[in-house]
């Protein structure tokens, strides 16, 4: 062979596998490829490769962030599997290298390293890694839910919160290197270790987990939580602590429930082509997708007819089926039931029990009933300390006739309470006025508190035997009592016309307030049971005891109240006395220059007389006795 040898050496080169962002968890290792000349990978024979690389790499360094020179640098492992100065068509030393170093003593951070080839004469570049390392795991709490805790809501949903840190980045960034939360659900027959979604604001979390999925029962399940970094606990606990709870979650499924408001239990019904049977229907967690009806007689106890809703038939909550109710018997009852159903379980039966308006004559009009201006409910009351009087309480009255009517004209209706429990304490008389008085339930018990009439309802019937009934109304019952309040003030001041009491009473009686026996003003209990009463400034003399009374029963004494006159009597003594001194003189001074005549007797005028009384024009008949401090009859306005 016959060539130019070129004597100049190439320098060798050497790359490396892993790139800058890759983290290591406590052992990096580098690994690469180095080869010397050039190369491009495969030759056809060992000869050709090496006339390429004119040599082979001897060694390749590694210099990490702890060591100041080359001369210290760790040397590489060479992976190929050749002896030094062996190549081949495929293979050469150091064609694969692998580099590891144990940094478990050190923080986690970014460290960089620098990698070289030699191939005896030369140095290749020198190629800079910056590496990731991890030595410890991540750290997660949990603030919400609380362990032990019970679950239950319409939306079916927990959500889970807490903080997870890690050491990388740390101070200014604690946690960047935190990948995902795992949650691993464990119960009866159900297990579940879905990585959770997660929603992060800084180093906290929070997760809405969703428990629709679990079977339909209550039950206690185990949550294993914990946070995974780049090297740590991913999808495994691994070496993290995770934080463990247990929680009661309800799922189990909420029976549905129903109601029929059309038609109204216990009323007539008009029999149709068209009756309407309507109510409402709901599911506490779900929807309800069927309903059953069933029309019972009650008399025959047997089913006579069924109606099945489903889909569109039910809007929302509502739902409304219309039904061939002609072939019912006139005055007959029968049971209207209705339940529910929501995919799982059915609701209870609700029913109602009308009776069938189907009289033999069918050009008969049925009587109507108007509520527009229908009161729904009364209040009554009763005087709870004496039960031997009249008029112990109010009692209420209904004019049925403005309520009820017939469009047939000349047809008498007759107006009846529609169950006897009710007409018991209830009476109509013959212009069609019902009245209620509480005390006529008295002779069937003495609890007040069991005089209330609930749900009264009455009737109204043709002489067909076509009915239609009210609105249902309550007559609620209070006991009361006669009282008195002590008032605001006790004492008058500046321009004050008076002092007011108030009490309480049987409404409609007279409260009436004496003083000193004589009237002193009235009022009339109001409807609420209450009254209020001013006693007048002039009947207010020093200090004065009001007594009450309402007619019957123990008179009532109020609060003593005052005009104010009596407070003066802490004046000073000494200048009382003084004011006495100065009198008593000027009493004998004068004496020295009186004279009687010892013949003619002392006379009374006529203004003496007047000045001992004072009268009032509120109170006619009645005068004011100074000297007695007393109301006296006034002769002269008798006379």
Known sequence: YEGTVVLENAAPSVTVDVSSDISYRRIVTISGTAWDGSWVGVYPSAEESM???????????????????????????????????????????????????????????????????????????????????????????????????????????????????????????????????????EGPQYYSDTPADAVWNGNTWSYDWSYAALPRTSEDYT?????????????????????????????????????????????????????????????????????????????????????????????????????????????????????????????????????????????????????????????LYCDAENDDILDRCTAATIDLSAYFSDPDVDQDIILAVADDQHAIGIRIDSNGVATYDPDVMAFYTTEISEWNMEDVVFLAQDEFGSKVQSDPVDFVVIPTIFSVDPPDKDTLSGTDKGIVFQGTGIPGRAVTAYIEANPANSTVVSDDSTWSMLIPANRIVGTV??????????????????????????????????????????????????????????????????????????????????EAAEWVPDEDASE
């Open 545 to 626: 005891t009001p007594e009450f009374t309402m007619g019957v029963g123990d008179s009532i004494y109020g609060q003593s109240i005052s005009d104010g006159s009596d407070q003066g009597s802490d004046f000073p003594l000494g200048i009382v006395v003084a004011v006495l001194l100065v009198l008593a003189i000027l009493g004998l001074t004068a004496a020295r220059f009186i004279e009687f005549d010892a013949d003619e007797p002392l006379k009374t005028t006529e203004d003496d007389k007047t000045e001992r009384y004072t009268r009032d024009p509120d109170h006619p008949g009645w005068k004011w006795d100074v």
């Open 223 to 379: 949550f294993t939580i914990w946070a995974s970094d780049s090297d740590f606990c991913i999808g495994i606990v691994d070496e993290c602590v995770p934080e463990v709870i247990s929680l009661s979650i309800d799922n189990a499924n909420r029976n549905p429930l129903i109601q029929i408001d059309e038609p109204n239990d216990g009323s007539y019904v008009e029999t149709g082509e068209s009756t309407t049977i309507s109510g409402v229907a709901q599911d506490p967690d779900g929807n309800v997708n069927r309903i059953d009806i069933e029309i019972r007689d009650v008399v025959d106890e047997i089913l006579i007819d069924t109606i099945t809703l489903t889909g569109s038939e039910i809007d929302g909550d509502r739902w409304a089926t219309d039904w061939d109710s002609r072939g019912l018997i006139h005055d007959r009852p029968y049971t209207i039931l209705a339940r529910s159903f929501d995919g799982i379980d059915y609701s209870q039966w609700d029913q109602i029990e009308i009776i069938a308006d189907n009289p033999p004559n069918k050009d008969n009009s049925r009587p109507v009933f108007d509520g527009s201006a229908w009161v729904s409910e009364f209040t």
């Open 51 to 185: 006339w390429a690389q004119k040599g082979y790499v001897h060694s390749v360094q590694v210099k990490d962030p702890f060591t100041g020179g080359w001369a210290g640098a760790g040397m590489a492992t060479d992976t190929s599997g050749m002896e030094p100065g062996v190549v081949t068509g495929t293979n050469h030393p150091f064609r694969t290298w692998s580099y590891s170093l144990d940094m478990t003593q050190y923080p986690e951070d970014d460290y960089v390293f620098e990698i070289r080839s030699f191939d005896g004469l030369d140095y290749s570049e020198i190629i800079s890694k910056t590496i990731k390392l991890n030595t410890q795991p991540p750290v997660l709490t949990v603030s919400e839910p609380a362990d032990g805790t019970l679950h239950r809501n319409d939306e079916k949903i927990i959500t889970f919160s807490g903080v997870a840190t890690d050491d990388y980045g740390c101070p200014s960034d604690c946690g960047s290197d935190i990948d995902n939360v795992y949650i691993v659900i």
